[in-house]
């Protein structure tokens, strides 16, 4: 018995098949099944249980990340933790790469950044002025969840 699932070795099966065929698979089907079995193995529970025998005979989160060809920190965030927190983490990311990734342009007064270039001071300037009550500042939420400091340069803020 071996240590792949069975869906994972399918996806082998169906890739070295095509690589010893007389006739090789079209590029885009040879790309589709190297895509495929990757996506097969990052699921398959063989790498979660790989690591996890690792750890236990002593590996090194470092040695680890070595041999998965990730940094130390992605290597932990992909398999520390029990099954529930790996789960949970993994979906918690899934719901952050679904949001939009631009700013909204809509949004009132300036970004931070737009009013720092404005007033040919430093992003942290902005912050320091706001804090000092130089500048008026607000956080705008989404109904999202994302957050934006928005700069009002226009007028010192209201004591």
């Known amino acids: 018995m071996g240590f ?13 098949g095509g690589d010893t065929a007389a006739e090789p698979p079209a590029p885009l089907e040879r790309l589709h099944g190297i895509r495929s079995l990757i996506a097969e193995l990052e699921a398959d529970s063989a790498t979660l249980q790989a690591v996890r025998d690792a750890r236990d005979a ?8 070595d041999a998965a060809g990730l940094g130390e920190t992605a ?3 992909r398999w ?20 939009p990734s631009s700013v ?6 300036m970004s931070v950044a737009d009013a720092a270039a404005q007033l040919g001071v430093s992003a942290n300037a902005i912050y320091q002025q706001v804090a000092r009550g130089r500048l008026r500042a607000e956080t705008i939420e989404l109904p999202d969840g994302r957050k934006y400091k928005r700069v009002f340069p226009e007028r010192p803020a209201s004591r």
């Open 80 to 99: 520390r933790g029990s099954d529930e927190e790996i789960v949970a983490r993994h979906e918690a990311g899934r719901k952050r790469s679904s949001r």
């Open 58 to 65: 002593g590996a090194s989160w470092e040695q680890i990340a």
């Open 104 to 109: 909204p342009t809509e949004l009132p007064g």
């Open 4 to 16: 792949l699932s069975e869906n994972s070795r399918a996806a082998l099966g169906r890739l070295s």
């Open 75 to 77: 290597a932990k965030w």
